[in-house]
């Protein structure tokens, strides 16, 4: 097991740029407004891990911590955006091998940003098609670190990138999510489970490393 110590505390400034982060990560993906919500109940509402499609983003036997998880506290910005509530940041050194979570089509890569590139815009990024209409983002990954084309069928575990620090992030990490739609300015993100994750759970928690088995 790859066990990566990339733990780290979090404060409101840290999160304000991750949030302002993936607002400008690319054309895809924007900012809605606040929206009044039930958090609680929205929060409790995660698929079964035993039943889910969806394997975590990196290759068998690594292990890597949450350094954000969704439906944060209210003091957190982004738990109050339906378009980001439910994405995870993974901590994990550049040059990590990040796979597909689920079977799909590829239909969005940008490569071309270095990991010294940190203005707006300048995230790059791979987002994937599922049969069931839905849309997977994996973000901030390395320059010409896409081993994918738009257009390509990709199997569930497949290599599709090299994870980086592109973008206005402040750490290494890979920033994922799946959305109801392409349009990720007016489509929610969606709760997710991953089957693999040890240790198990239905929803992720910040500041524990989950390990892929």
Not at 7 to 22: D, E, F, G, Q
Not at 35 to 60: A, E, M
Not at 176 to 201: E, H, I, Y
Request: aromatic share 10%; hydrophobic share 30%; with cysteine.
């Amino acid at each position: 097991m790859i066990l990566k110590n990339y733990r780290r505390s979090l404060n409101l400034s840290y999160i304000m740029l991750i949030y302002i982060t993936v607002c400008n990560i690319s054309p895809l993906i924007g900012c809605s407004g606040i929206r009044n919500i039930d958090q609680n109940k929205l929060c409790s509402n995660y698929p079964n891990f035993q039943s889910s499609q969806y394997i975590l983003p990196y290759v068998t036997g690594d292990a890597y911590p949450v350094i954000q998880g969704n439906c944060s506290p209210e003091e957190y910005p982004w738990t109050h955006y339906g378009n980001l509530r439910f994405a995870y940041d993974f901590g994990m050194p550049i040059g990590t091998t990040i796979i597909a979570v689920r079977a799909g089509t590829v239909v969005f890569v940008r490569d071309n940003f270095t990991d010294n590139d940190h203005g707006k815009n300048q995230g790059n990024a791979i987002v994937i098609l599922h049969e069931d209409g839905t849309y997977s983002l994996y973000a901030h990954i390395t320059n010409k670190g896409s081993k994918v084309r738009v257009g390509q069928v990709v199997k569930q575990g497949e290599t599709i990138a090299l994870s980086g620090n592109s973008g206005e992030t402040p750490t290494p990490h890979l920033h994922f999510q799946l959305n109801v739609c392409g349009d990720f300015t007016k489509c929610d993100s969606m709760p997710v489970s991953f089957r693999n994750a040890r240790p198990s759970t239905n929803r992720l928690e910040q500041g524990v490393v989950y390990t892929a088995e």
